[in-house]
Nanobody, 132 residues
Framework: QVQLVESGGGLVQPGGSLRLSCAASGFTLDSYAIGWFRQAPGKEREGVSCISSSDGSTYYAYYADSVKGRFTISGDNAKNTVYLQMNSLKPEDTAVYYC??????????????????????WGQGTQVTVSS
């Protein structure tokens, strides 16, 4: 049974940092892509970042333009956990952050974060608030 559990959210001042964690079970990181998404009040859920491996050993990271250079995604295979290090946070980064993984074997390694299609398993979300 696939399960994703996010943690690490909180309140931080502009310019500050947070590290989010996504603990996965029911599958392994070297076989499925994991994406981070966020949803701000009154807005649609949007893709933030994704990590995937084409062969189980080499990993690729993808980022939305809005977070490039500020956010870093990484994974720990031993812990089956993906992290999102968020630096230089801005008020517009305030949102509930979700991690998700693919629901189709055929596209299990796909890191297409411009659409929610194909992301069938979701965590419960963690709130990130950037405010002074």
């Amino acid at each position: 049974q696939v399960q994703l559990v996010e943690s690490g959210g909180g309140l931080v001042q502009p310019g500050g940092s947070l590290r989010l964690s996504c603990a996965a079970s029911g599958f392994t990181l070297d076989s499925y892509a994991i994406g981070w998404f966020r949803q701000a009040p009154g807005k649609e859920r949007e893709g933030v970042s994704c990590i995937s491996s084409s062969d189980g050993s080499t990993y690729y990271a993808y980022y939305a333009d809005s977070v490039k250079g500020r956010f870093t995604i990484s994974g720990d295979n031993a812990k089956n956990t993906v992290y999102l290090q968020m630096n230089s946070l801005k008020p517009e980064d305030t949102a509930v952050y979700y991690c998700a993984t693919r629901s189709s074997l055929r596209s299990k390694r796909s890191c297409t974060i411009v659409t929610l299609n194909g992301w069938g398993y979701w965590g419960q979300g963690t709130q990130v608030t950037v405010s002074s």
